[in-house]
């Protein structure tokens, strides 16, 4: 059984870094793309940055490129979201993802993961 789970979520000020990772089991990690989504209260979930299943891909969200930064440690089988420079617009729930097939291009729809971790709140204030 795959199992996502999220860490490093917490309250910052705007213009401060956080960095999310997410510790991913039950299936082998290097052969999958990973992605991060959130979603603020009130929204749907969006897409913020995906990676491909070797890193050698990366794509973000208009909203987000530039200040935030994926990445992956195959090794320790953990995706991480560094966020820099943040904005109180940055403010949701983030969760990781797991891409539903091996070996794929790593894509913006939540419709190519099948695998989400609970979630971690990133809370920004002014």
């Known amino acids: 059984q795959v199992q996502l789970v999220e860490s490093g979520g917490g309250l910052v000020q705007a213009g401060g870094s956080l960095r999310l990772s997410c510790a991913a089991s039950?299936?082998?990690?290097?052969?999958?793309?990973m992605g991060w989504f959130r979603q603020a209260p009130g929204k749907e979930r969006e897409f913020a940055a995906g990676?491909?299943?070797?890193?050698?891909?990366?794509i973000y969200a208009d909203s987000v490129k530039g200040r935030f930064t994926i990445s992956r440690d195959n090794a320790k089988n953990t995706v991480y979201l560094q966020m820099n420079s943040l904005k109180p617009e940055d403010t949701a729930v983030y969760y990781c993802?797991?891409?539903?097939?091996?070996?794929?291009?790593?894509?913006?729809?939540?419709?190519?993961?099948?695998?989400w971790g609970q979630g971690t709140q990133v809370t920004v204030s002014s």
């Open positions: 993802a797991g891409s539903s097939l091996a070996y794929t291009r790593v894509s913006y729809s939540p419709r190519a993961y099948s695998y």
């Open positions: 039950g299936r082998t990690f290097s052969s999958y793309a």
């Open positions: 990676i491909s299943w070797s890193g050698s891909s990366t």
